[in-house]
């Protein structure tokens, strides 16, 4: 049970992406050609939503499921990684038309080549793991 | 109901959807972060015995386990049970564009749904330079990059920024940075190789 509520959350979660059409390689050319706001409106609408969604929770002290206030942790302040990091995702990101999120979707659509997208992005963890610490960060 | 669910949404529900996902994994005491899996994958297939960045306690994310195998199966429901009518409706800009690439944008739902691009992701493609770039360099660069920056879309543009985190916009105009590359510059070469 304790687990069950992920797999549901997760269903919730490539339907919306399936829905939203966030996994299509078309929207996100149409995104970064700055031809639709479709993907803007998807982002910028849970971004608005989000903030006022962490105002209430920081205000209202709110206690998640196991009964502890919720705390949010703060993004390290590692701003060399965010930008080099950052601009090695994009240019995946346009290329492979998918994120993560997105990627794992497309499997459950039956495209099995973005399995080979996704044994790729695994390779490129362990790399980044391998040579994390050579890295400016 | 059913038939409601089943158009496509407009953009302002998949947001609220998304944000309420985001919701549900904070109030179950988690957070938002689908690229994370890379790691824990990576950790549970023994990279830890090599490299210490996957020598952590990876089983306190086995909630993301089944999140990631709840997206596989809720892509599978989106388009069994709730698939949209038409395929992906693009602005005409998009298509003229992507038609000058060569690459066509499926009318009818026999051409395909309008979520990948046949002509160019297919396993035949792996073998040729464009297409191994565009899908194993692609997909190399996601797994990298999502890791040096520490997030994607839903851990630093959507969790970070609404949380009003500096390096998550860093990540983010990262993001456009490497995305515009790609689309104007890589793009148009990668496709003439």
């Known amino acids: 049970m304790r687990l069950l509520k992920f797999l549901i959350v997760g269903i919730l979660f490539g339907i919306v992406m399936t829905k939203s059409e966030a996994v299509s390689w078309f929207r996100i050319q149409e995104m970064f050609r700055f031809q639709s706001f479709h993907m803007y409106g998807i982002i910028g609408v849970a971004v608005v939503a989000g903030v006022i969604m962490h105002y209430l929770i920081k205000s209202g002290q709110l206690k998640n499921l196991n009964g502890d206030v919720i705390q949010f942790a703060d993004k390290p302040k590692t701003y060399t990684a965010s930008i080099i990091g950052g601009t090695c995702f994009g240019l995946g990101w346009a290329m492979t038309g998918a994120c993560p999120g997105p990627l794992y979707t497309l499997v459950g659509h039956g495209y099995w080549i973005i399995l080979v997208v996704i044994a790729s992005a695994l390779l490129g963890a362990v790399v980044y793991g391998a040579l994390r610490s050579k890295l400016p960060h | 109901m059913l038939e409601f669910i089943s158009q496509p949404w407009h953009w302002s529900i998949s947001g609220l959807m998304i944000a309420l996902v985001m919701f549900l994994l904070i109030y179950f005491g988690q957070r938002f972060g689908v690229s994370s899996s890379f790691r824990a994958i990576c950790a549970v297939g023994g990279a830890g015995k090599f490299i210490d960045y996957f020598k952590y306690d990876w089983k306190s994310h086995d909630w993301l386990f089944l999140f990631v195998i709840g997206a596989v199966i809720g892509g599978y429901l989106g388009i069994s049970v709730f698939g949209s009518p038409d395929p992906v409706q693009l602005s005409a800009a998009t298509v003229q564009d992507l038609g000058a690439l060569d690459i066509q944008v499926p009318q009818t739902k026999?051409?395909?749904?309008?979520?990948?691009?046949?002509?160019?992701?297919?396993?035949?493609?792996?073998?040729?330079?464009?297409?191994?770039?565009?899908?194993?360099?692609?997909?190399?660069?996601?797994?990298?990059?999502?890791?040096?920056?520490?997030g994607c879309t839903s851990g630093h543009a959507i969790t970070g920024l609404s949380n009003l985190q500096l390096p998550s916009l860093v990540a983010v105009i990262g993001f456009f940075i490497g995305g515009l590359l790609t689309t104007f510059v890589l793009l148009p070469l990668i496709l003439s190789l």
């Open chain 2, 110 to 150: 026999a051409e395909g749904l309008g979520f990948i691009p046949h002509d160019i992701m297919n396993f035949q493609n792996l073998g040729t330079l464009s297409g191994f770039i565009l899908m194993v360099v692609g997909g190399f660069f996601i797994g990298f990059g999502t890791r040096y920056a520490g």
